[in-house]
């Protein structure tokens, strides 16, 4: 007579833990072979006679320029995915040289456009230092790359001390958002403008809300008293 055979019952994976390492995996999975896409055709390219493939180069300038775009997509949502599948290490952060750093990395930005940024004296906090420096250096750059066309971009951190938070504020005097879409710009991918006029893949907002929760803080968004937008968000004591 046989053994009764036990099995072992495990609960559900919960939908969106398995949606997570899903875009991990996918995500981390087409980069090789869209960079392979593109390299190849580049290299097709170059090989071919200017004048009598006028229509083949065009062609491939169009893979090349959606194989580049594609990229940067799939390495966003990576981006996003491994928020939830890297483990943070917690250590005190100097807010200042975070910001001095993204200040260096986005200066040749501020040059091209004229651009002012003006931030007071940081503080120290529990956190990610990478995903600190994640959150300004993407709530920077959309600052400068949303601004108008006829004014240099105005960029302003503010810093406040509450019982429980630090609460942080970046504003600027670009295009701003529509308040009816506050929330959506918060979702993977999504953008309001064509690549022609603002060019990026709309993960910036995604991330920061992402992490600035997984700090335990909280992000929103409001009008600039500059006439452009107002990021807030707070980052626990």
């Given at each position: 007579?046989?053994?009764?055979?036990?099995?072992t019952m495990?609960?559900?994976?919960d939908?969106?833990e398995?949606?997570?390492?899903f875009?991990?995996?996918?995500?981390?999975d087409?980069?090789?072979p869209?960079?392979?896409?593109?390299?190849?055709?580049?290299?097709?390219?170059?090989?071919?006679?200017?004048?009598?493939?006028?229509?083949?180069q065009?062609?491939?300038?169009?893979?090349?320029?959606?194989?580049?775009?594609?990229?940067?997509?799939?390495?966003?949502?990576?981006a996003?995915?491994?928020l939830?599948?890297?483990?943070?290490?917690?250590?005190?952060?100097?807010?200042?040289?975070?910001?001095?750093?993204?200040?260096?990395?986005?200066?040749?930005?501020l040059?091209?456009?004229?651009?002012?940024f003006?931030?007071?004296?940081?503080?120290?906090?529990?956190a990610?230092?990478?995903?600190?420096?994640?959150?300004?250096?993407?709530?920077?750059d959309?600052?400068?790359?949303?601004?108008?066309?006829?004014?240099?971009?105005?960029?302003?951190?503010?810093?406040?001390k509450?019982?429980?938070?630090?609460?942080f504020?970046?504003?600027?005097?670009?295009?701003?958002?529509?308040?009816?879409?506050?929330?959506?710009?918060?979702?993977?991918?999504?953008?309001?403008?064509?690549d022609?006029?603002?060019?990026g893949?709309?993960?910036?907002?995604?991330?920061?809300?992402?992490?600035?929760?997984?700090?335990?803080?909280?992000?929103?968004?409001?009008?600039s008293d500059?006439?452009?937008?107002k990021?807030?968000?707070?980052?626990?004591?």
């Amino acid at each position: 007579m046989q053994e009764p055979r036990h099995i072992t019952m495990t609960a559900p994976a919960d939908p969106a833990e398995e949606f997570k390492d899903f875009a991990y995996i996918v995500s981390h999975d087409l980069a090789g072979p869209v960079r392979s896409m593109v390299a190849f055709s580049q290299l097709l390219k170059e090989s071919l006679p200017v004048v009598e493939k006028a229509e083949d180069q065009l062609h491939l300038d169009l893979i090349i320029e959606s194989g580049q775009k594609l990229g940067e997509m799939i390495q966003g949502l990576l981006a996003f995915s491994r928020l939830n599948t890297v483990p943070r290490s917690r250590s005190l952060v100097e807010l200042e040289i975070v910001v001095a750093r993204c200040y260096m990395q986005l200066q040749s930005q501020l040059d091209a456009t004229k651009g002012h940024f003006n931030y007071p004296r940081m503080p120290e906090v529990m956190a990610d230092a990478q995903q600190m420096h994640t959150v300004f250096f993407a709530l920077l750059d959309n600052a400068i790359k949303f601004r108008k066309p006829d004014q240099a971009p105005d960029i302003r951190i503010r810093c406040e001390k509450t019982a429980d938070f630090w609460e942080f504020s970046i504003s600027d005097n670009g295009i701003g958002i529509d308040p009816l879409f506050y929330d959506d710009v918060f979702r993977p991918l999504r953008k309001l403008h064509t690549d022609e006029v603002y060019p990026g893949v709309g993960m910036g907002l995604t991330l920061a809300r992402k992490i600035i929760m997984a700090h335990g803080g909280e992000i929103w968004l409001e009008p600039s008293d500059m006439g452009g937008l107002k990021v807030n968000f707070t980052i626990p004591r």
